[in-house]
């Protein structure tokens, strides 16, 4: 027998109660490190009924007293299990509330049960929050951690708009019964969030949460960065309560905690139950520098071409909630795009191989022989600069200015600024993508100023690659640069990847790819097996930092699924960076 499994079933607490309402039943409960041995005593069961409540399933444990005039009293266990629903097609799953009270009456004066009762609740909130006990652990109320106080950010707005409803019915009452205290308050415009995290006192907090989509989580990260305590003002434990349309961060802490794949509710009382544990994991942040020189810290995507086209002409489509991006996906698969682009990477060549078949790395990360003749290595000495401006006399001749994109213009004498004029476009690739009518404006950009660590990995944008990154320069359909499992609650894109292993997961699909062959690849992606399709067109890198120069006109860029300026950008990642609430003490090796 391992010493896991015996410390898991060794029994921590063990007695015999009634319940409430008390119908003369009796039961004996064993409590052991996963969950809580249920036996019928009284009326004894004909056969030997034993019911296990995982700890997985609880948030909290309360102790009360019915009336004063009792010597007896209760605790309370406050359990979501999973249960299947009869759906009309079929069955879905969804977690029920079920509260299981005891009643403690062994000693004939009340102190003596309340202290029993007491002992219990102790113990049950000690596992739930993951605090290390064993059998021989004094289960006193200071073996707890203070109350946690949270700040909860809502966004109205997100998703289908009925995040206030959801934090009513669910969320304020399950983290009541975690004990949490909280404050909630609700956004009311753009960069509201961000604006208030710059002016919180950081000791008042135990953890942000956000209610929300990922964009609202985006703004709380790089508000936090904006401050001049940015170094212990990241460190505040984040964490997300999936209210909006992709919800990919709650997909990648419900597949960390190991749940099965969920949506909707399920998703969000899976996410509110990791969230009343309460454990907290380090999560790399990606520092991005757009061409105008603007850095913010990313903890989710890089995407350009397909990936951003849909989800920013998908936003129309934002009643729908999450079905906005199978309704934008056959839009865009029906007028499918490319676009040229120049990718460079700092492969990491020592942690993990490859995971597409379909690509080889060389031992200094460029790509093997055969595939040669579409990708090539270019290590360049001249300036990117220079090279543009070269480019640019080349095909300046057919660029009428007024086409240009509008990017923002930076200003001049800005050491990363970029002269847009100087951006090589080459022809456009598509005619459809002149019509722009199709992209939601950008929003005026406010100027935050940014702080954190030095991007010690990439040189300022308008300097030359190191010589040991590779470049690829490619007709695209699209670019990707992922650092979490999930791009959407049910897009498993990068199913090896971990919170915190230091790595780029940057995915690219080659041009050339049949329209049939794409919506093959995203439907795989449902369960994260495009992997193994050993699509020719796929590519997967781990990598450190990339840039990305389009070379077409136009196009989508977005970080975390916002929208960005248009233009040459470029990332590297900076490890553990933040802390994420993921409420799991599983740890997901980094496995490729
Ligand atoms: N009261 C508000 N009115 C309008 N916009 C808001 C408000 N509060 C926040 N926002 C903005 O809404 C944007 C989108 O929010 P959020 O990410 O929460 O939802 P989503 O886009 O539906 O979800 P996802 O990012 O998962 O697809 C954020 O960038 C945020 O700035």
Redesign the pocket.
């Known amino acids: 027998m391992s010493l896991g499994y015996w410390q898991s079933s060794e029994t921590l607490l063990h007695g015999e109660f009634g319940v409430y309402p008390s119908k003369g039943i009796r039961y004996a409960l064993s409590l052991t490190q996963t969950g809580l041995h249920i036996q019928r005593l009284v009326p004894k069961p004909e056969d030997d009924q034993r019911t296990v409540v995982p700890i997985l399933d609880m948030v909290g444990c309360h102790t009360l007293r019915r009336s004063s005039s009792e010597t007896f009293a209760y605790f309370s266990i406050y359990t979501y299990p999973l249960k299947k629903k009869k759906v009309t097609m079929g069955s879905s799953r969804t977690r029920q509330r079920t509260v299981r009270t005891f009643r403690v009456d062994e000693a004939s004066d009340y102190s003596k049960n309340q202290a029993a009762a007491e002992k219990w609740a102790v113990a049950i909130k000690c596992l739930i929050q993951g605090i290390p006990i064993s059998s021989e652990t004094d289960f006193v109320p200071g073996l707890l951690p203070r109350t946690r106080r949270l700040l909860l950010l809502l ?5 289908r708009g009925n995040s206030l409803q959801q934090c009513h019915s669910h969320i304020l009452p399950m983290i009541t019964e975690a004990d949490i205290s909280y404050n909630l308050i ?8 961000r604006e208030l995290v710059q002016a919180i006192s950081l000791e008042e907090w135990d953890g942000i949460v ?1 209610i ?8 709380v990260i790089n508000g936090l960065m904006e401050r001049s305590d940015w170094e212990d003002a990241i460190k505040m434990p984040i964490g997300i309560l ?7 961060l709650a997909g990648a802490i419900n597949y960390n905690a190991g749940f099965e794949q969920a949506m909707g509710s399920e998703l969000l009382l899976n996410c509110i139950l990791l969230l009343c544990r309460g454990t907290v994991m380090p999560m790399d942040l990606v520092s991005v520098t757009t061409c105008s020189g603007i850095r913010s810290f990313s903890f989710l995507s890089v995407a350009w071409g397909f990936i951003s086209d849909v ?1 920013i002409e998908s936003e129309k489509y ?1 009643h729908m909630g999450s079905a906005r991006f199978t309704v934008g996906t056959m839009v865009r698969v029906a007028s499918l795009r490319t676009y040229k682009g120049r990718l460079s990477y700092l492969p990491v060549l020592d942690a993990h191989r490859p995971i597409c078949r379909s690509i080889t790395l060389a031992p200094n990360g460029s790509l093997v022989p055969f595939q040669r003749s579409q990708l090539h290595r270019t290590v360049s000495d001249m300036g990117l600069c220079e090279e543009r401006n070269v480019m640019y006399k080349r095909s300046s001749a057919s660029l009428d200015t007024n086409e240009l994109p509008s990017f923002e213009t930076p200003s001049p004498g800005s050491p990363t600024a970029l002269n847009s004029s100087s951006f090589p476009f080459d022809s456009v690739s598509d005619s459809s993508q002149q019509d722009s009518t199709l992209h939601r404006e950008m929003e005026p950009t406010i100027h935050h100023q940014v702080n954190g660590p030095k991007d010690d990995l990439v040189p300022a944008l308008e300097q030359p690659i190191p010589k040991t990154w590779v470049t690829v320069e490619e007709d695209f359909v699209l670019v990707l640069a992922i650092y979490q499992s999930h791009l ?1 609650a049910d897009l498993f894109t990068a199913p090896f990847s971990c919170f915190n292993d230091g790595l780029i997961h940057l995915f690219f699909v080659k041009a050339g790819i049949s329209r049939a062959a794409l919506v093959r690849l995203f439907l795989a992606m449902e369960k994260g097996n495009h992997i193994e399709m050993e699509c020719p067109y796929l590519v997967h890198v781990p990598v450190r930092a990339f840039r990305l120069e389009p070379l077409t006109r136009k196009g989508i860029i977005t970080v ?3 929208r960005v300026e248009y233009g040459p950008v470029q990332a590297q990642v900076h490890n553990g960076l933040s802390n994420l609430i993921t409420g799991s003490n599983r740890v997901r090796m980094a496995s490729v």
């Open positions: 966004n109205p707005c997100g998703g609700q956004t009311e415009r753009q960069n509201h969030a956000v929300s989509g990922d964009g609202l989580l985006y703004e999936p209210c909006g349309s992709g919800n990919a989800d934002r959407g975390d699924g916002e």
